[in-house]
Nanobody, 116 residues
């Protein structure tokens, strides 16, 4: 049974930081591309950041320079360090794991709210 369990969301003031974690089980974590997506109310889900099994990363333009994705294969965990948070970063953040079209999994999401 595959599980992706996110943690680390919460309420933070603009300019603050949060670190999201996603621990995976039931998959060979090291071969998967891992990603973080987000969905704000009334908006479509969008890619925030992604890291391949080789460690290559890419980011949405809106978070470049502020967010950093990383992975620890020994802990089956992917992280998203979010700095200089803005109100517009408010969303539910989802962890995603993909290997091929047949191996594609989502976490349940964690709420991030940026508000003063």
């Amino acid at each position: 049974q595959v599980q992706l369990v996110e943690s680390g969301g919460g309420l933070v003031q603009p300019g603050g930081s949060l670190r999201l974690s996603c621990e995976a089980s039931g998959i060979i974590f090291s071969i998967y591309t891992m990603g973080w997506y987000r969905q704000a109310p009334t908006k479509q889900r969008e890619l925030v950041a992604r890291i391949t099994n080789g460690g290559s990363t890419n980011y949405a333009d809106s978070v470049k320079g502020r967010f950093t994705i990383s992975r620890d294969n020994a802990k089956n965990t992917v992280y998203l360090q979010m700095n200089s948070l803005k109100v517009e970063d408010t969303a539910v953040y989802y962890c995603h794991a993909v290997y091929t079209l047949n191996y594609d999994y989502w976490g349940q999401g964690t709420q991030v709210t940026v508000s003063s």
